[in-house]
């Protein structure tokens, strides 16, 4: 995978690279972000200092799940399978919006608490049933949760899977959770050179996938994005948390007439990436 390279280069940031767009409002919300300086998350208290004090999260272990009063837990290869010892039901028949609202009470009332109270809702899927000609109807649905760490999306391999059968019954939650320390790191470059590295990795990506697109004659936008902790391996194979942002956008196939969405995690600080480490979950 592509290292991040610590040379400052001749930056340009354009909109479009010719297959793929980045929509103005992202232009706008790195112009933003990177002036109100959210990378940080202490200063270092002296003026004179030229390094600022961040914070990134290291891997501690997996989450050990063990049956209780709720449901009962079998480990089953890298993650945790809960069934339901008393089922409490869902309308799941409703809009995402209102099928969301229920889900978060859901994970409240049956995940432990270490997850339920550390969590966010990634996608709400619907499963579709149609015989004959008769109109589709909704015969299930799956709810997909990501970690939340000190507010940010946590872009790592934790996962919550939670799965309800047509009457709106929990047939079973996996869950693959991952423990993390929090740890002190220094930021050695200013807010305007971290915002240069990080444009410039955002261009070089963008142009990469754009001509990928080019040859599939798919066509897609950047529309949105948000700072989150994205997960690196080290060079001892251990997997650190650190500040940086995810791009989400929406791909069109031409052929197949399908629009699909992907994401992109970029550090916003690549002082805490030793050229040693790679990024994981592009």
């Keep these: 995978m592509k290292k991040i390279i610590f040379a400052i280069t001749c930056v340009f940031f354009s909109t479009s690279f010719a297959q793929l767009t ?8 790195i112009n933003s972000r990177f002036s109100e300086g959210f990378v940080l998350r202490k200063n270092s208290g002296t003026k004179s200092s030229k390094q600022e004090n961040t914070y990134i999260y290291i891997a501690k272990s997996k989450k050990k799940i063990v049956s209780s009063k709720k449901f009962d837990a079998k480990k ?79 872009r790592d391999e934790s996962y ?35 915002k240069t590295i990080h444009i410039n990795e955002l261009n070089e990506t963008v142009q990469t996938i754009s001509e990928e697109f080019k040859e599939k004659d798919i066509s897609g936008e950047i529309y949105t994005s948000a700072p989150t902790l994205i997960a690196i391996i080290d060079e001892r194979g251990n997997t650190v948390l650190v500040p940086g942002v995810t791009y989400v956008g929406n791909a069109f196939e031409r052929e197949s007439n399908r629009t699909t969405s992907f994401t992109i995690d970029l550090p916003s600080d690549a002082s805490l990436i030793p050229q040693t480490k790679a990024l994981v979950g592009k």
């Design 22 to 29: 980045i929509n103005e409002t992202v232009l706008q919300q």
């Design 76 to 154: 089953v290869g890298d993650f945790y399978r809960l069934s339901a010892k008393k089922q409490k039901r869902i309308n799941i028949h409703v809009p995402e919006a209102d099928l969301r609202e229920q889900a978060y009470g859901s994970i409240a009332d049956f995940l432990p608490e270490e997850i339920s109270s550390n969590c966010g809702i990634t996608a709400v899927g619907y499963e579709y049933e149609q015989i004959d000609m008769r109109e589709p109807r909704v015969v299930g649905s799956t709810i997909l949760i990501h970690q939340v760490i000190d507010g940010l999306a946590v």
């Design 160 to 194: 919550v899977l939670m799965k309800y059968d047509s009457t709106g019954a929990l047939s079973y939650a996996d869950v693959n959770w991952v423990n993390y320390d929090k740890s002190l790191a220094k930021s050695t470059t200013s807010n305007s050179k971290r």
